[in-house]
C-alpha cells in the first residue's frame, strides 16, 4: 500500500496506514461530495457500518480525516493541549476572506493572546448591555412581518442579523452609512465555496468572479478603516462591540478588521439559521409555541433560552468541527499520525439517544429537567480552548428575537411537514426556507 498523501508532503506510512479507523474505500474525490452535500445522511450511515469512529478522505490532496461520534471521545480532543489540536490550520482557506489575524485562522500564542483581547467584549456584563439593543432591533423587524400571509422566515433572520452586526457589533448607527454597507455586506456574507476556493488557489484571485468578490471586500474594508479611525477618538458612552474592544485592547487597525469581517461572517448564517429552524419547530407544535409565549410573556430567559439550545441540537446548523494533529497522538483508542485531521462530528452526538431521550423529537423541556443532557453531549459551539467566543452572544441574540415575536404573534406552520436541510456552505439551513404564517396575538 503505498503511503497517502497527506496536506502537503507529509505522509503517512504503511505499518501506521493500517492502524486507521476503518472507512468507506470510494474515491476521494466521491467521498469529498458525500461530505459536502450529504452529510447529515453520509455520516450516520457511517456510523452504521464502521461504527463510532471511522475514516474519511477528502480533497485536497486525499486528507485523512479520522470522525469522531461519541462525546467521550470530543472530551479527548477539546481537552488536548491546544499545541497538539490545531484548528487555525484547518481554516487556511479562509484567510483571503478573514485575514491572516482572525481569530479562526490563529494557532497556539497568538490564539491566546487575541482570544484574551476579545473576552471583554463577551462578558456576562457586556452580553446583558447589548441585550436591551438587539431586542430592539428584533421588535422593528418582527413588526415589518406580513400578517395573514407565509413568508419565508429563514430570509426574515438572515436580515436580522446582518442588522444586530451592523448596529451591535460593528457600532454603525448612521442611516447613510447603513445603506451603504448593507448590500455589500450582504454580498461578503453571502461567501459561496467556489469563491472559497481562491484559498486553495491564490492564482484565481486574479479573475472573475474571486476578482469582484475582493472588490466588494475592499470596499466594505474602506468603510471599517474610517469606522476603526473615528472611533479611536470617541469611544465615550459607546457600548457597541468594536467600542469596547478598543477600549480593552491594544489592537492594530488590520487586526480589528479581521476580528469584525471574523464576526461578521461566524455570527450571521449561524444564528439566522438557528433561529429559522426554532420557528420552524414553534410552527408546527402548539404546545411548544404556547410554552415560548407563556416564558416571553413572563420573562422566563432560561426557558426561551432552552428553545434555541433545543433547535441547535435537533438542527446542528454546523454539523462538525475540526483539528489538526500537530504531532502523533492517542485518540479514541487509535495511534494517529501527525497531520491526520480529526473530526468531532456534532450532528451525530445530538442524534444520540444514549444523551438525549427520543433524540428525533423536539423537546425544549430537557435543558430546563432536573437531569439535564451531560456536559459535552450538547456542543453546537465546540468545547475546549477553542468555542466559539460568541457563543453567549449568539444564545442572548435568539432569546430577544424570540421575546420580541413571540409576545406580538401567534406563529403557524403552512406546511406542517418537516422541513429537511440543505447544505449552505459550511452550515445546514431550512431546505424550503422555514416558512411561516403569522397572526397577532
Not at 134 to 144: K, N
Not at 297 to 319: F, N, T
Not at 320 to 330: F, K, M, P
Amino acid at each position: 500500500m503505498a503511503p497517502t498523501p497527506l496536506l502537503g508532503s507529509r505522509t503517512l506510512d504503511r505499518q501506521t496506514a493500517r492502524s486507521l479507523p476503518p472507512g468507506p474505500r470510494l474515491p476521494t474525490l466521491a467521498q469529498t461530495v458525500l461530505f459536502a452535500s450529504h452529510r447529515k445522511t453520509f455520516f450516520p450511515r457511517m456510523r452504521e457500518r464502521y461504527g463510532d469512529v471511522f475514516t474519511i478522505r477528502l480533497v485536497p490532496s486525499s486528507r485523512v480525516v479520522v470522525v469522531l461520534s461519541r462525546p467521550e471521545h470530543f472530551r479527548e480532543v477539546f481537552g488536548a493541549s491546544p499545541s497538539v489540536m490545531h484548528a487555525g490550520e484547518g481554516n487556511t482557506v479562509l484567510e483571503p476572506i478573514m485575514g491572516s489575524h482572525s481569530l479562526l485562522l490563529l494557532d497556539d500564542e497568538d490564539h491566546v493572546r487575541m482570544r484574551r483581547q476579545l473576552m471583554p467584549a463577551f462578558s456576562g456584563q457586556a452580553l446583558r448591555g447589548y441585550a436591551g439593543m438587539v431586542h430592539e432591533l428584533a421588535r422593528a423587524e418582527v413588526a415589518t412581518w406580513p400578517v395573514g400571509t407565509p413568508f419565508k422566515l429563514h430570509q426574515r433572520m438572515r436580515d436580522l442579523t446582518l442588522e444586530v452586526i451592523l448596529q451591535v457589533v460593528f457600532g454603525v448607527t448612521d442611516s447613510d452609512r447603513l445603506d451603504q454597507l448593507r448590500p455589500l455586506l450582504d454580498r461578503i456574507v453571502s461567501v459561496s465555496p467556489v469563491i472559497m476556493l481562491g484559498g486553495f488557489y491564490p492564482a484565481l484571485l486574479r479573475v472573475p468572479p474571486w476578482r469582484t468578490y475582493l472588490s466588494v471586500q475592499r470596499q466594505v474594508d474602506e468603510i471599517l478603516y474610517d469606522e476603526i479611525a473615528r472611533r479611536r477618538g470617541n469611544l465615550a458612552g459607546r457600548t457597541d462591540v468594536l467600542s469596547r474592544l478598543l477600549a480593552a485592547g491594544n489592537w492594530s487597525d488590520v487586526e480589528l478588521r479581521d476580528q469584525l469581517v471574523t464576526l461578521l461572517l461566524a455570527g450571521h448564517e449561524t444564528t439566522a439559521t438557528a433561529m429559522g429552524w426554532a420557528f420552524h419547530e414553534l410552527a408546527r407544535r402548539p404546545d411548544d409555541l404556547a410554552f415560548g409565549q407563556r416564558a416571553a410573556d413572563a420573562g422566563a430567559d432560561d426557558e426561551l433560552e432552552a428553545i434555541v439550545k433545543e433547535a441547535m441540537r435537533l438542527h446542528p446548523v454546523v454539523y462538525q468541527v475540526g483539528r489538526r494533529l500537530t504531532e502523533t497522538a492517542d485518540v479514541a483508542g487509535y495511534r494517529l499520525p501527525r497531520g491526520t485531521t480529526i473530526m468531532a462530528a456534532i450532528g451525530l452526538a445530538h442524534r444520540d439517544a444514549e444523551h438525549f431521550p427520543q433524540p428525533q423529537d423536539f423537546r425544549p423541556r430537557r435543558f430546563l429537567d432536573d437531569d439535564p443532557p451531560a456536559p459535552g453531549t450538547w456542543i453546537p459551539f465546540g468545547g475546549g480552548a477553542r468555542r466559539c467566543i460568541g457563543a453567549g452572544f449568539s444564545l442572548m441574540e435568539g432569546t430577544e428575537i424570540l421575546r420580541a415575536a413571540l409576545t406580538a404573534y401567534n406563529v403557524h406552520a403552512p406546511d406542517p411537514t418537516p422541513e429537511p436541510a440543505k447544505p449552505k456552505n459550511v452550515t445546514l439551513v431550512p431546505a424550503r426556507g422555514a416558512e411561516v404564517l403569522v397572526t397577532p396575538r
